[in-house]
T-cell receptor, first 112, second 109 residues
Framework: EPEVTQTPSHQVTQMGQEVILRCVPI?????FYWYRQILGQKVEFLVS????????KSEIFDDQFSVERPDGSNFTLKIRSTKLEDSAMYFC??????????FGSGTRLTVV | KNEVEQSPQNLTAQEGEFITINCSYS?????LHWLQQHPGGGIVSLFM???GKKKHGRLIATINIQEKHSSLHITASHPRDSAVYIC???????????FGPGTSLSVIP
């Protein structure tokens, strides 16, 4: 069964550093999403992306965050200057017409 | 106010028991998802429903659109069913998913 692949599975970074989280959505999907889950809390929406542009973003998704689809397969989330409170599990998801909504296995980001 | 609520928050069951987890939501939706998450793990999609009932193995999901309510049932529960079960909704197709708080299930041998 097709999967959404996320790399790395775990990333540790120093506060203030930039991180890029990578996702490879299912190949024929057209709608892409990032979510995050702070430890012990529910999953929260960050941003949705369609047709090479952001279609919706939450208030969490401030100027520190950006998303990009640099080629036909990757979908990335960049955090420019990480803060301690950015420590969370980040999930990518994708969907398309007639397809289910598929989540990746997540990247655990730890900011120290 | 949370748009998606679940009950119970925590559930402990003996192996073999029939389990029900409930979800209620306050918005109009195009689809409702039941998801499973193991500790420290990724999110696995169990069901996507827009009406009626779906069954997969020992899992059954139902939805009542008029009452804005859904249930997830697990028959003949097993310790490997121990996980967090999350109800989530989409207001329209291709929309973001709005997550509930999850129900933490522990099945004891």
């Amino acid at each position: 069964e097709p999967e959404v692949t996320q790399t790395p599975s775990h990333q540790v970074t120093q506060m203030g550093q930039e991180v890029i989280l990578r996702c490879v959505p299912i190949s024929n999907h057209l709608y892409f999403y990032w979510y995050r889950q702070i430890l012990g809390q529910k999953v929260e929406f960050l941003v949705s992306f369609y047709n090479n542009e952001i279609s919706e973003k939450s208030e969490i998704f401030d100027d520190q965050f950006s998303v990009e689809r640099p080629d036909g397969s990757n979908f990335t989330l960049k955090i420019r200057s990480t803060k301690l409170e950015d420590s969370a599990m980040y999930f990518c998801a994708s969907t398309s017409t007639g397809s289910g909504y598929t989540f990746g296995s997540g990247t655990r980001l730890t900011v120290v | 106010k949370n748009e998606v609520e679940q009950s119970p928050q925590n559930l402990t069951a003996q192996e073999g028991e029939f389990i029900t987890i409930n979800c209620s939501y306050s918005v109009g939706i195009s689809a409702l998802h039941w998801l499973q998450q193991h500790p420290g793990g990724g999110i696995v999609s169990l069901f996507m429903l827009s009406s009626g009932k779906k069954k997969h193995g020992r899992l059954i999901a139902t939805i009542n659109i008029q009452e804005k309510h859904s249930s997830l049932h697990i028959t003949a529960s097993h310790p490997r069913d121990s996980a967090v079960y999350i109800c989530a909704v989409q207001k329209t197709s291709y929309d973001k998913v709005i997550f509930g708080p999850g129900t933490s299930l522990s099945v004891i041998p």
